[in-house]
C-alpha cells in the first residue's frame, strides 16, 4: 500500500517558516531561502504579502505600466525634466490655466490663426500696428470722421516739401469751354505767399519732371508736347486755400481732344 503525501499550502509553508526561523536563529534566513525555492510559481499574491515591502529592487526594468499606476498618483518631482514631448500629451488636455504666465510667444502661435475673439479689448496699441499696415477702409465712421477734422487742423511741417500730379482731357473739337483742376494738401498750408505760379515766374525754378517752389508758393508745370499726346491750351490759377489750389485749363478750340498733364510742388516755410 502506497503512503500518500500532503500537498504544501500557504499554511504549511507559514508554519514550517516560522519553526525553522525559531529553531535556526541567525541562520534561518539560509533555511528561508530554502524553502522559498519550494514555493510553487505563481503562488504568492497581493494578501500573501506585507503591505509596503515591496521596494524598487524586486520590480524587473519596465515592467510596470500605466495600467499598474493609479490615476492622479503621480507629481511633476516623479517625470524627468525635459522627458515629455508632444506625443506623450493628449490632444487639448491642457488648459490656459496649466501655462506659465508668459511662457508663449509668437514662435508657438500658428500663423493666421488667431482671431479678434483671442484679443483683450483695448490691448493693441500704436506700437502693435506696423506702418502703413491698415487702410482708411478700415476705420470706422465716426474714425473717418475724426481723422477728416484732424487733417484739417494739422498744419504742414515747416520746411516740408510738397509734390503731386494732376491731369484732365477734353475735346475741343468744337466751342472751348474751360475745364477746372483740382490738386489737394495732406495737411494744411499755414502759409501761401500768393496765387499758383508757374514756369518763368522766379520762385518756380523746377520742371514738369522735377516741380520745385519756393518757399510759402505753389508751382504748377504743364507737360511738354511730347510727339504722342496733343497738349494745346492754357493754364492758369482759379482758387487757392490751405487745403489745396485749382487751376482753369482752357483747350484750343478745334483742336480735337487734348490733355492737360501737369505737376506741382509747394515748400512750407521754416518757422
Known amino acids: 500500500m502506497r503512503l500518500r503525501l500532503p500537498r504544501f499550502s500557504y499554511a504549511n509553508v507559514a508554519a514550517t517558516l516560522a519553526l525553522l526561523i525559531a529553531v535556526a536563529g541567525t541562520g534561518g534566513g539560509q533555511a528561508v531561502a530554502a524553502v522559498v525555492k519550494k514555493l510553487a510559481p505563481n503562488s504568492v499574491t497581493s494578501k500573501t504579502i506585507k503591505n509596503r515591502s515591496i521596494i524598487a529592487a524586486d520590480v524587473a526594468t519596465g515592467s510596470i505600466g500605466g495600467n499598474e499606476i493609479k490615476n492622479g498618483s503621480l507629481g511633476g518631482v516623479d517625470v524627468a525634466d525635459g522627458s515629455l514631448g508632444g506625443q506623450d500629451i493628449a490632444g487639448a488636455?491642457?488648459?490656459?490655466?496649466?501655462?506659465?504666465?508668459?511662457?508663449?510667444?509668437?514662435?508657438?502661435?500658428?500663423?493666421?490663426?488667431?482671431?479678434?475673439?483671442?484679443?483683450?479689448?483695448?490691448?493693441?496699441?500704436?506700437?502693435?500696428?506696423?506702418?502703413?499696415?491698415?487702410?482708411?477702409?478700415?476705420?470706422?465712421?465716426?474714425?473717418?470722421?475724426?481723422?477728416?477734422?484732424?487733417?484739417?487742423?494739422?498744419?504742414?511741417?515747416?520746411?516740408?516739401?510738397?509734390?503731386?500730379?494732376?491731369?484732365?482731357?477734353?475735346?475741343?473739337?468744337?466751342?472751348?469751354?474751360?475745364?477746372?483742376?483740382?490738386?489737394?494738401?495732406?495737411?494744411?498750408?499755414?502759409?501761401?505767399?500768393?496765387?499758383?505760379?508757374?514756369?518763368?515766374?522766379?520762385?518756380?525754378?523746377g520742371s514738369y519732371v522735377s516741380p520745385q517752389a519756393a518757399a510759402g508758393y505753389i508751382c504748377y508745370y504743364l507737360k511738354a508736347d511730347d510727339g504722342g499726346a496733343n497738349h494745346v491750351g492754357t493754364l492758369e490759377p482759379l482758387s487757392y486755400g490751405p487745403h489745396g489750389f485749382v487751376l482753369k485749363y482752357t483747350p484750343v478750340a478745334g483742336a480735337g481732344w487734348t490733355f492737360a498733364e501737369i505737376t506741382w510742388a509747394y515748400t512750407a516755410p521754416a518757422a
Not at 483740382?182 to 499755414?190: C, D, L
Open 93 to 205: 488636455s491642457v488648459a490656459g490655466s496649466r501655462l506659465v504666465p508668459n511662457s508663449v510667444d509668437s514662435s508657438r502661435i500658428a500663423n493666421q490663426s488667431l482671431t479678434s475673439v483671442d484679443i483683450a479689448d483695448g490691448t493693441i496699441s500704436n506700437a502693435d500696428v506696423g506702418n502703413g499696415a491698415l487702410g482708411f477702409e478700415k476705420l470706422s465712421n465716426d474714425a473717418k470722421t475724426q481723422l477728416s477734422q484732424v487733417w484739417a487742423d494739422r498744419p504742414i511741417n515747416a520746411g516740408s516739401v510738397l509734390t503731386g500730379y494732376g491731369a484732365t482731357a477734353y475735346n475741343a473739337s468744337g466751342a472751348t469751354d474751360a475745364r477746372g483742376v483740382s490738386f489737394s494738401f495732406p495737411a494744411a498750408a499755414q502759409t501761401i505767399r500768393s496765387a499758383p505760379v508757374t514756369t518763368g515766374d522766379s520762385h518756380c525754378t
